[in-house]
């Protein structure tokens, strides 16, 4: 029964900052890992940016020092802050959170957040 809430995507023009925000729904227990993947058209979903429960991270080469990636582990969401946003970072971006209980491993999604860069 958990979901995962995706906001924050949109229209921006290049050098513009967006803030995208997942939240889970439901009760949540045993997640160590969050992270944001996107998926541009005709290209394979790739990881843009990943945060752990010792809130280490780690990013793909063409968004480090143009994105941050953060967690509010209260609140049990993942944020990603995007600042001089390029025309080649227009994907649609999705959450991930990552972990396991005694009974089986989690993996889940959100539903995906349009994001376009464009002038």
């Known amino acids: 029964q958990v979901q995962l809430v995706e906001s924050g995507g949109g229209l921006v023009q290049p050098g513009g900052s967006l803030r995208l925000s997942c939240a889970a729904s439901?009760?949540?227990?045993?997640?160590?890992?969050m992270g944001w993947y996107r998926q541009a058209p005709g290209e394979q979903r790739e990881l843009v940016a990943s945060?752990?429960?010792?809130?280490?991270?780690n990013y793909a080469d063409s968004v480090k020092g143009r994105f941050t990636i953060s967690r509010d582990n209260a609140k049990n969401t993942v944020y990603l802050q995007m600042n001089s946003l390029k025309p080649e970072d227009t994907a649609v971006y999705y959450c991930?959170?990552?972990?396991?209980?005694?009974?089986?491993?989690?993996?889940?999604w959100g539903q995906g957040t349009q994001v376009t860069v464009s002038s």
């Open positions: 991930n959170f990552r972990g396991a209980t005694p009974w089986r491993r989690l993996d889940y």
């Open positions: 945060i752990t429960s010792g809130s280490r991270t």
């Open positions: 439901g009760s949540i227990f045993g997640i160590n890992a």
